[in-house]
């Protein structure tokens, strides 16, 4: 088994990621060596603990180490406040100790919830991150932010809490439906269209290969992702500056989501995709980027079947004015003021903590009327 070990280098609480085709039937050694661990929690959910659940426990069998689990309903819906206290519950319950691991087995959702739920649970259990969607494998799995949503908006619940180690099995990407691949996709091209240009123009060319099966493609594009991530949050793990542009095209696409009542109706990655599309749409209009590369980053989406407009999402029933109110609850609002992440041009992402509200307001305007004609307020 060929695997790619990458270091997060913090203080006080390193971390590897380890990238390959079967890490998870290795995952009870790999846990194993973690000070110890004899007994782990496993929080997963129904569609993926009917695929791989059986594969971990085997393998943690196989490395002496107890396991009991919990298993939640698929989807962001259960990124709540009400599932949160049905987990904590059942991780009581089951006598969880402090010496004790979390396992989150499952996409973003399962990784935000259950890294939230070991970060308060007696006052913080350590954790591991077993992605099994390509978002959570490039994305939400590194970093440690934890969190749920609420009414007011996405992840505003939550803490920073770095996982001891993160086991990114390629090969259980091969049992996802396209929509999710391409969620995933979303977030790797976000990268490329922050900071490295070549990375993202390769990975534009080569979305068939990344998009269609476990290669040598799909691999590369994980291992610089999670590469550039590791980077990032080594210089900045509470978001303090630098790490605020891993959001590039995020205050639109969490306004998409809350709008889209996290619903499924619009997966993250999708919302993320619009939302580039919209950041530099902003960068162009504001004459900080050539209107050329918002067309080539609307391009570069749509081509991966990826929605870059209004038109492309579904009915959201939402104005500017819904859209801007929601977004005043970002985290990176500071003042009253909206903060977002444009860029100067492909691959030179900044954080605008200056930009007119007029200007975001005309730019909805504009897209929600190109769009699928959605309610006015």
Not at 44 to 58: E, I, P, Q, W, Y
């Amino acid at each position: 088994m060929s695997v790619e070990r990458l270091r997060v280098d913090l203080a006080g609480r390193a971390y590897d990621i380890v990238v390959g085709a079967g890490v998870l039937a290795d995952a009870g050694r790999e846990i194993a060596a973690l000070k110890g661990a004899r007994r782990v929690f496993i929080v997963s959910d129904d569609n993926v603990a009917k695929r791989h659940l059986g594969t971990l426990t085997k393998s943690l069998d196989a490395a002496g180490i107890a396991h009991e689990a919990a298993i939640l309903p698929p989807g962001e819906a259960s990124k709540s406040f009400g599932v949160l206290e049905q987990l904590t519950g059942q991780m009581l319950d089951a006598n969880i100790e402090r010496g004790d691991l979390v396992v989150a087995l499952g996409g973003g959702v399962i990784g935000d919830l259950a890294g939230f739920a070991a970060g308060i649970l007696k006052r913080g259990l350590d954790y591991v991150q077993v992605p099994t969607t390509l978002l959570a494998q490039v994305d939400s799995s590194v970093g440690g932010k934890t969190a749920i949503d609420v009414p007011q908006g996405k992840n505003l619940v939550g803490l920073f809490h770095q996982p001891s180690l993160v086991l990114a099995d390629t090969a259980v990407l091969d049992t996802l439906p396209v929509r999710e691949l391409r969620a995933g996709y979303a977030e790797i091209l976000k990268y490329g269209l922050i900071g490295d240009a070549a990375f993202a123009v390769w990975v534009a060319d080569n979305s068939h290969a990344i998009l269609s099966a476990s290669g040598a493609e799909r691999t590369k594009a994980i291992v610089t992702s999670c590469r550039m991530k590791a980077r990032v949050v080594e210089a900045d793990e509470r978001e303090a500056g630098q790490r605020a542009l891993l959001n590039l095209g995020h205050t639109f696409a969490h306004a998409i989501e809350a709008c889209a009542g996290y619903s499924g109706k619009v997966l993250h990655g999708e919302a993320v995709a619009a939302g580039c599309c919209l950041a530099f749409d902003l960068s162009a209009q504001l004459g900080l980027s050539p209107a050329e590369d918002a067309t080539r980053v609307r391009t570069w989406f749509a081509q991966a079947g990826l929605p870059a407009s209004f038109a492309d999402l579904p009915e959201l029933g939402a104005s500017e004015d819904d859209l801007i109110e929601i977004m005043r609850q970002d985290k990176k609002a500071s003042g009253g003021k909206l903060v977002f992440v444009l860029a100067r041009g492909v691959g030179r992402a900044f954080v605008a903590r200056d930009v007119d509200e007029g200007a975001v307001r005309t730019l909805l305007h504009t897209a929600l009327a190109q769009g699928s004609s959605p309610k006015r307020s």
